[in-house]
T-cell receptor, first 112, second 114 residues
Framework: EADIYQTPRYLVIGTGKKITLECSQT?????MYWYQQDPGMELHLIHY???????EKGDLSSESTVSRIRTEHFPLTLESARPSHTSQYLC???????????FGSGTQLSVL | KNQVEQSPQSLIILEGKNCTLQ??????????LRWYKQDTGRGPVSLTI?????NTKSNGRYTATLDADTKQSSLHITASQLSDSASYIC?????????????FGRGTQLTVWP
């Protein structure tokens, strides 16, 4: 059972709003990731972090930011939401020993 | 271009039957290959992870095989159950990347009918 949590599970907001998607894990993993997934499509990397105060951009990062002030917490912020941001957002952390990825349940975001 | 291709895109089988899902990849150099199960509206859950030196790995009714020479992997599900209905995703790690870059397939959507 993975100890990685995402909130909210569902979010409907209007265009232009600033939102923060929360992700927390209690497994002490250094590596954490944010992915975006549309139905029937592969996961796309948005941001990743290899530890506290370490954040890097992925393939779809241009319109979002992340922070890693604490090991267990890795929030994702959209400064100005657009309808094109409508998607499922998945947070993951990685066990360094066996390289197993643990995913949260995701946040389904709808921007009107 | 590093890619992971999965087939079939979707599959319907009857409960109790076996099935095999395919994954072909061009990621090189290759580090490991993982299979994940993703229920609708949930995050993926790890089934197996294999390095280039492993040919097969099992997890209950799930058995993954790997042929690193032909860059092919398969996931065999035995005696399917209704709860096996999900998307099965193949993920390959690029050993050449300092970041251990992961490449995801689009998944095979499996539906098990009673």
């Amino acid at each position: 059972e993975a100890d990685i949590y995402q909130t909210p599970r569902y979010l409907v907001i209007g265009t232009g709003k600033k939102i923060t998607l929360e992700c927390s894990q209690t497994m002490g993993h250094d590596k954490m990731y944010w992915y975006q997934q549309d139905p029937g499509m592969e996961l796309h990397l948005i941001h990743y972090s290899y530890g506290v105060n370490s954040t890097e951009k992925g393939d779809l990062s241009s319109e979002s930011t992340v922070s890693r002030i604490r090991t267990e917490h890795f929030p994702l912020t959209l400064e100005s939401a657009r309808p094109s941001h409508t998607s499922q957002y998945l947070c993951a952390s990685e066990d360094r020993d066996n390289e197993k990825l643990f995913f949260g349940s995701g946040t389904q975001l709808s921007v009107l | 271009k590093n890619q992971v291709e999965q087939s079939p895109q979707s599959l319907i089988i009857l409960e109790g039957k076996n099935c095999t899902l395919q994954c072909n990849y061009t990621v090189s150099p290759f580090s490991n290959l993982r299979w994940y199960k993703q229920d609708t509206g949930r995050g993926p859950v790890s089934l197996t992870i294999m390095t280039f030196s492993e040919n097969t790995k099992s997890n209950g009714r799930y058995t993954a095989t790997l042929d690193a020479d032909t860059k092919q992997s398969s996931l065999h599900i035995t005696a399917s159950q209704l709860s096996d209905s999900a998307s099965y995703i193949c993920v390959v790690t690029d050993r050449g990347s300092t970041l251990g870059r992961l490449y995801f397939g689009r998944g095979t959507q499996l539906t098990v009918w009673p």
